[in-house]
């Protein structure tokens, strides 16, 4: 896979990062984040379902970051650690709550049911009150098939954009690629695996 000089700035600063053991990077094996960078430049607008160290460490190689979150302790904890950052102004954190107050988020829960539409209505369809269409979508968060069909009913990709799905090799997301996605490229050695897919058409 062949990168931009700048998409290897971004792979190599998290090599180094994983390489010393550093804390606070993303939550992803090294090819993932090669697959990650390689839709990444400085031109580029994202959106995100799910916020975490993903966001502080990618949203520095693009102009604007938008991501959702649904626990609003985890939602000021990125807030707080982007809040000195030469790119805070790149990012804006989105906390909306489960619509089921009662919703299981620990693990192994939600390995096995990440929720669904009725438990994640505002959450999956808080990208339609944006107004606006990005890049790359990454659904790395809850209710990810719900997300990802969201993000097809409410036009949100670019022309050419694509979606990124974590966790790929999760047997239950699969059906995406039945609803409108084809696959693009994929990571699939990883022990996470990751897929990056567009819409069959925009």
């Keep these: 896979m062949s990168l931009t000089s ?12 994983q390489l010393n053991s550093a804390e606070g990077i993303p939550h ?7 697959l990650v960078c390689s839709t ?7 959106l995100e379902w799910g916020c975490g160290y993903s966001t502080t460490f990618f949203s520095r190689y693009v102009k604007k970051w938008v ?15 982007l809040k000195n950052s030469t790119f805070r102004d790149k990012v804006s954190v989105n906390v909306i709550e489960c619509n089921n107050p009662n919703f299981d988020n620990t693990f192994p829960a939600i390995f096995f049911h990440d929720g669904d539409y009725q438990e994640f209505r505002d959450y999956i369809e808080f990208g339609k009150s944006l107004n606006e269409k990005f890049d790359v979508i ?12 969201s993000v097809l009913r409410n036009k949100l990709l670019k022309k ?3 979606v990124i799905l974590h966790d790929w090799e999760r047997e239950h997301y699969k059906p995406v690629l039945d609803n409108g996605f084809t696959l693009v490229k994929e990571d699939t050695i990883s022990g ?6 567009k819409p069959t058409k925009y």
């Design 40 to 46: 990444l430049t400085p031109h580029t607008s994202v």
């Design 160 to 162: 050419s954009g694509v």
């Design 6 to 17: 700048h998409q290897e700035d971004c792979f190599q600063s998290f090599s180094n990062l």
């Design 67 to 81: 991501c959702i979150e649904h626990v609003p302790e985890w939602g000021q904890i990125i807030t707080e650690k």
């Design 28 to 34: 992803m094996d090294l090819l993932n984040v090669k």
């Design 138 to 149: 990454i659904d790395d968060g809850r209710a990810r098939v719900h997300v990802a069909l």
């Design 192 to 197: 996470r695996h990751l897929a990056i897919l």
